[in-house]
């Protein structure tokens, strides 16, 4: 089981437990303290006797005056619940102080509210406490719009603001996260549903992960179990049941195993404390849903653990249990060696112990054990004076994190985050013996990018324990890897389909996005040379700098690539340069049942009838740029429809062509249309899709067919080869429907060609 499975129920002492689903607080110090309500506050001066138990040089004016300051600030304000607005900020001051967090950060637990609640400016905390309390405070306040829409820029970019703060300076989240905490075990005091179904689903998909990802697990797992609660509650009400069942039925299971674990530690002369603790509903409901069985099958809703002085007795308390207990295969992790991303290190095994029951234990020293209940706060820089950093291992996804926020669109950044937010770990190493975790199902180009952005940039192969693996590839814990680089590689659009961490889609991302911006940018100029030229004006890319704001360009390669993509005409672009130079319109003709048919310059390749080709399609809007779709590419006979894009002009498709139902919900966007007589005269571009037997000869009678059927290959692509067939797309120039249908008669007719057809998409 990994420790992300794991819940921090309170520690109980030997021979004892205590339900998880019991009403005592999550945090370390709060184990055997009752939480106080909203009627009895926490008072100024427990307040810092708290803090200086663990802190004798904190700054006990700071919190007074904080302490102050913030009850004055919110005055009569109430919380939904109807409690007094200060409570809030005094319980997430509590909770700081539970981690023992220096004087700043509970200042900033009493503060974090009263710029974005109160009249209180950011100016003046910065007055009245200086500028270190007034940043934290700048980065924890409350980024309400936090909500979990689809699509919402809003969203991603204030998910950017908090990481963003976050890197700064990492108290910024364990005050958010206290401020969370706090925030949802008061849940109940909102009383619509829905509202606090969004918070739970909130605090599920962002301050969980993040929770985890710095190892403050007693908060992980408090806050996912009060969501749990909201958002289904019969769910976790059954397992409560079923474990209080559990219980009666199963007597002292816990007293058994511990006196077991005891004895085997004394045999052995290994110093050790031994603890059992129930796991959490939510955590028992997830592995539930995993593994497909009852809540009797499982064999860690107990979990207990070893606690030694060193290393080294870790391993040797290991030796003893497999000694004393069967081992159940495949059981065994050690985070000890390999330690997970937030700093987590323990021993994780599974045996078959008294009663013939699997039982769960966990091995690790008493540092071990501090850092895997309290994460960062274990070991709080600040303590000791230190500045805030990020070069702890905690820290390194933050880093690529930022790294992300840098090459993402808005509407990207919080799929790519969400990526790097819920991963399970696989470890593999570089040829020099580097650690590199990596979510499970990464790639050697993953394992490229988390080396470094250059290098996933430039990788051409990659090899896995000396041996040359595809780039698709899926790495395995302990896996060795070697990344072969070029200078003049770049990514592949191919990688977006099986990468898997955010940086490594990122990354791809851009480059797709600013290659195609390449290749419309010159594809735009070529069009803008040909207008010129056509006119006879002398080409210059000066020419367009007075016209750039008119079509909201900042540079002339942005006006180019707009041209390139469709979202501007050329002839539009031309005519803003020289507005006195304007042909005189073209005149309408008569078309098939009286429709007017205006005469456009067809904007595809092909082969041109000439200079100025009508496109002879009735019942087109005049003045609108015209596109045949690419997905069905419609040529004359097939029955035709067109769909209007604001920036783009009109898209031909076929009638049943598939994509067409995505337009279903816009019928103000179809116009009817169809094939003017004599469309046939020009070549229209058409796609077949064959499987071919892989002989000698077979590729050359395929187009030799074509040839001699009348017919122009334009493009031609493999998509798949195995060893006795390969498919193959083919672009052809037809006339029409019917010249299509006799190119793949000979075809079929062809003995190495085992089945033809027209290819509608790709």
């Not at 913030?70 to 102080?97: C, M, N, W």
């Not at 749990?228 to 474990?243: K, M, T, Y």
């Not at 696989?426 to 590199?436: D, E, H, M, R």
């Not at 008569?590 to 092909?606: H, L, Q, Y």
Request: aromatic share 6%; glycine share 8%; proline share 6%.
């Amino acid at each position: 089981m990994d420790r992300g499975d794991a819940s921090p129920s309170p520690v109980v002492s030997v021979g004892a437990v205590v339900p998880p689903h019991a009403p005592v607080s999550g945090a370390p110090s709060a184990v055997a303290a009752v939480r106080r309500t909203a009627a009895t506050p926490m008072r100024a001066f427990e307040l810092v006797e708290k803090v200086l138990s663990y802190d004798p040089d904190a700054d006990e004016g700071l919190i007074n005056r904080a302490y102050v300051y913030s009850f004055k600030a919110h005055g009569a304000q109430r919380r939904a619940s109807g409690d007094p607005y200060f409570t809030h900020p005094l319980e997430v001051a509590g909770i700081l102080a539970d981690y023992q967090l220096d004087a700043a950060s509970i200042a900033t637990g009493l503060l974090h509210d009263t710029v974005e609640d109160t009249v209180a400016t950011l100016d003046e905390i910065r007055h009245a406490f200086g500028a270190e309390v007034a940043d934290l405070v700048d980065g924890v306040t409350k980024l309400s719009q936090l909500e979990l829409k689809d699509g919402s820029d809003k969203q991603s970019e204030n998910f950017r603001k908090l990481l963003l703060a976050m890197s700064k300076d990492i108290r910024v989240l364990l005050v958010k996260l206290a401020d969370r905490l706090h925030n949802m075990r008061t849940i109940e005091g909102i009383r619509k549903p829905e509202k606090r179904e969004r918070i739970a689903r909130e605090t599920l998909e962002i301050y969980v992960p993040l929770a985890e990802r710095i190892g403050i697990h007693d908060i992980k797992d408090e806050l996912e179990d009060l969501c749990f609660g909201v958002l289904n509650p019969d769910a976790r009400d059954s397992i409560v049941h079923r474990l209080d069942d559990l219980r009666r039925q199963g007597g002292d299971i816990i007293g058994q195993v511990v006196t077991s674990l005891r004895q085997v530690m004394l045999e052995g002369r290994v110093p050790a404390e031994i603890t059992g603790r129930e796991k959490r509903p939510f955590s028992i409901f997830r592995k539930l849903q995993r593994k497909e069985v009852e809540v009797e099958q499982l064999s860690d809703v107990i979990a207990f653990r070893v606690i030694t002085r060193t290393v080294r007795d870790c391993y040797q308390a290991l030796g003893l249990i497999h000694s004393r207990f069967h081992a159940v295969p495949g059981r065994l992790k050690d985070y000890i060696s390999t330690p997970k991303t937030n700093g987590y290190q323990s021993i994780h095994t599974t045996v078959i112990g008294p009663s013939r029951r699997r039982v769960e234990i966990q091995i690790r020293t008493e540092a071990m054990h501090e850092i895997a209940e309290r994460g960062l706060a274990a070991h709080w820089e600040y303590k000791q004076g230190g500045g805030a950093g990020t070069d702890k291992p905690q820290y390194r996804w933050l880093r690529e994190l930022v790294d992300i926020l840098k090459h993402s669109r808005p509407e990207e950044f919080l799929e790519n985050t969400k990526l790097e937010l819920f991963t399970d770990q696989v470890f593999c190493f570089s040829p020099k013996g580097q650690l590199i975790s990596l979510p499970v199902g990464a790639t050697p180009v993953d394992f490229g990018y988390a080396v470094h952005s250059e290098v996933g940039d430039r990788c051409v192969g990659a090899k896995v324990n000396g041996r040359l693996v595809p780039l698709r590839h899926v790495l395995q814990s302990g896996d060795q890897v070697e990344i072969l680089t070029s200078k003049t590689s770049n990514p592949s659009p191919e990688w977006e389909r099986f990468v898997v961490t955010g940086k490594a889609r990122a990354r791809v991302r851009r480059f797709i996005r600013l290659k195609k911006r390449e290749e419309f940018r010159d594809l735009g100029r070529a069009m803008m040379q040909k207008v010129f030229r056509q006119e006879g004006y002398d080409f210059t890319d000066k020419a367009f700098e007075s016209v750039l704001g008119q079509f909201k360009a900042q540079a002339v390669d942005d006006l180019y690539a707009a041209v390139g993509e469709g979202t501007v005409g050329a002839r539009t672009v031309f005519n803003a340069v020289f507005p006195s130079h304007r042909p005189p319109p073209p005149a309408a003709q008569p078309g098939r049942d009286g429709a007017k048919v205006v005469p456009f310059t067809k904007p595809r390749t092909g082969k041109p009838k000439g200079k100025g080709q009508a496109l002879p399609i009735a019942g087109l809007i005049p003045g609108m740029a015209v596109h045949f779709a690419r997905c069905c590419h419609p040529i004359p006979g097939d029955r035709i429809v067109g769909i209007v894009t604001t920036g783009k002009g009109v898209t031909i498709h076929t009638i049943d062509c598939e994509t067409l139902e995505s337009f279903s919900d816009t019928p103000e966007r179809w116009l009817d249309v169809s094939w003017e007589p004599g469309a046939t005269e020009e070549a229209y571009s058409s796609r077949i899709h064959l499987i071919m037997l892989n002989e000698p000869g077979a590729l050359g009678g395929v187009t030799t067919v074509i040839g001699k059927t009348g017919g122009n290959i334009t493009n031609l692509r493999f998509t798949n080869r195995q060893r006795d067939f390969f498919e193959l797309l083919i672009d052809v120039e037809v006339q029409d429907d019917r010249h299509l249908n006799n190119i793949m008669a000979a075809l079929r007719a062809t003995p190495s060609i085992t089945e033809v057809k027209r290819a509608r998409t790709g």
